[in-house]
């Protein structure tokens, strides 16, 4: 089974603060350069930060296609782009959709991760995670009958259960389309797992329901027999209002209301087939390659429209549509505009706040934002500056995380009687300030400095002739949430 690293059966290794990152130390025994690199978060720029901001942390997982050397994966941070928490994903791995969501009525943490498909760009193979608040591996959800799990979707719902996208790759006959005869095609399949017990509960293929002829993306090439057509590309799972589906598909351009029981569409908004007439243009209800369909109430559904290149807009938009069934009308009754006009090439969603607020992952482009209820932008961030660099979704939750590992810290000597220390705990969400203990002896510390939190790596310079330092990290209302075990401080030789 795919785990990643830090979810593997525990060991006696622990991580500590070295040099700006983290180093792998094995409990009892200094780290040595044989030891594993240290973890470094991808650096977040923070572009806008204005007063009124919702409450909550910030979920990313940035990313880098294809994937290189340099370290990704799930990570909070705050305000301030400060990394919380990190988790390094394996090599040649991603990580995708990272949240705070239900389970059991509990909070917990969740994401995918797993490989790109190497013949699919685009498509995950992999598996999804989801942990507590102490950061323990609760639950371990893969696709069931024979499927691998996609990067697309993982939302657990109130049931237990949770929807999980598929991409199936069968021979089909494309000619209808201008394809080959002998032909392959992605079919999109939508799964319900039970959560505790892995058995699928529900299933959905596009291929039963969608025909080719509703796709908006070429097919391949009548000689291209082992090109793979992605007529569909599934990409969010969701339950509409009444107990019912919504049913992503980037490809054709389709928001699918689909019946639970019967299996069978209700209703499509957008694309050549809609239910309801369309409008194009700015303020049209017509999207493209739209991603992220969220229900707001019976009546209206909240769409991330990327409106990617080849399509009507240059720019990407938040757009909230209201149907009505009986006149089979719909319209736009708000819109969301980033104001640098950013068009998301692809990926991207968005996410409803308190206050109406709305916090946006803007997909391709690496940028996540929030806006107020007016649509005025009050916080614009983006991953590092590199065309590689995205992440699939963003969300803003609040979240209280408590490690049950100690802080831990190294202590370094810099000359005429100052040490640099470095003092981390991953995950721990209530920290506020860190305070410096120095001695002779590990059992004889005194305080000899302090400084507020500062991230994930939180740097305190002391001046101090100690040979032993530990840290202790203290909350908000000056509570001690945990003291690290005491360390030799080094000489940097």
């Given at each position: 089974?795919?785990?990643?690293?830090?979810?593997?059966?525990?060991?006696?290794?622990?991580a500590v603060a070295?040099?700006?990152g983290f180093l792998a130390l094995v409990a009892g025994r200094p780290a040595t350069a044989a030891d594993p690199a240290p973890l470094a978060p991808p650096p977040i720029t923070v572009l806008t930060s204005k007063p009124g901001l919702d409450r909550g942390l910030i979920f990313v997982a940035p990313k880098q296609t294809p994937p290189t050397a340099t370290q990704e994966g799930p990570e909070i941070i705050d305000n301030q782009g400060r990394p919380i928490w990190f988790h390094a994903v394996g090599p040649n791995d991603q990580g995708a959709n990272f949240r705070v969501q239900q389970y059991r009525g509990q909070p917990v943490l969740t994401w995918w991760e797993g490989t790109d498909n190497p013949n699919s760009p685009g498509e995950g193979q992999g598996v999804n995670y989801v942990l507590d608040s102490s950061y323990h591996q609760i639950a371990v959800v893969a696709a069931g009958n024979g499927y691998q799990a996609d990067l697309h979707e993982f939302r657990i719902t109130p049931r237990g259960t949770a929807f999980i996208t598929i991409?199936?790759?069968?021979?089909?006959?494309?000619?209808?389309?201008?394809g080959p005869q002998s032909g392959i095609?992605?079919?999109?399949?939508?799964?319900?797992?039970?959560?505790?017990?892995?058995?699928?509960v529900w299933e959905w293929h596009s291929i039963d329901h969608v025909p080719l002829s509703e796709s908006q993306a070429a097919p391949p090439a009548p000689t291209a027999t082992t090109t793979p057509y992605d007529y569909f590309h599934i990409n969010a799972i969701n339950w509409d209002e009444d107990g019912n589906i919504i049913i992503d598909a980037r490809n054709t351009w389709t928001a699918y209301k689909v019946d639970y029981?019967?299996?069978?569409?209700?209703?499509?908004?957008g694309g050549k087939s809609s239910t309801f007439p369309l409008t194009t243009g700015d303020g049209g209800t017509q999207t493209a390659w739209q991603h992220d369909p969220e229900p707001v109430d019976r009546h209206t559904i909240r769409i991330f429209d990327n409106e990617a290149a080849p399509s009507v807009l240059p720019y990407s938009r938040v757009v909230w549509i209201e149907r009505d069934l009986h006149s089979k009308t719909s319209k736009v009754v708000k819109q969301i505009i980033h104001p640098d006009k950013i068009q998301a090439g692809s990926q991207g969603n968005s996410q409803a706040l308190d206050h109406d607020h709305t916090f946006v992952g803007w997909g391709a482009t690496g940028r996540f934002s929030e806006f107020d209820r007016d649509g005025n932008l009050l916080f614009d961030a983006a991953v590092p500056p590199n065309a590689a660099w995205d992440t699939y979704r963003a969300y803003r939750f609040e979240w209280h995380g408590t490690p049950d590992t100690k802080p831990t810290a190294t202590a370094t000597a810099?000359?005429?009687?100052?040490?640099?220390?470095?003092?981390?705990w991953n995950g721990a969400t209530d920290v506020a300030r860190w305070i410096v203990v120095a001695g002779k002896h590990p059992g004889a510390l005194w305080p000899a400095g302090s400084a507020d939190w500062n991230?994930?790596?939180?740097?305190?310079?002391?001046?101090?002739?100690?040979?032993q330092i530990a840290v202790i990290a203290q909350g908000k209302d000056g509570r001690i949430l945990g003291r690290s075990a005491a360390v030799a401080v080094s000489t940097g030789n």
């Open positions: 089974m795919h785990r990643p690293p830090f979810l593997r059966p525990r060991s006696r290794l622990v070295l040099g700006g991409y199936n790759h069968i021979p089909y006959d494309l000619s209808s389309v201008g095609v992605i079919d999109g399949v939508a799964q319900e797992v039970d959560v505790k017990t892995g058995k699928v029981r019967t299996k069978e569409i209700v209703w499509r908004q810099t000359g005429e009687g100052s040490i640099t220390v470095h003092a981390i991230g994930l790596d939180t740097t305190i310079t002391v001046t101090s002739q100690a040979s």
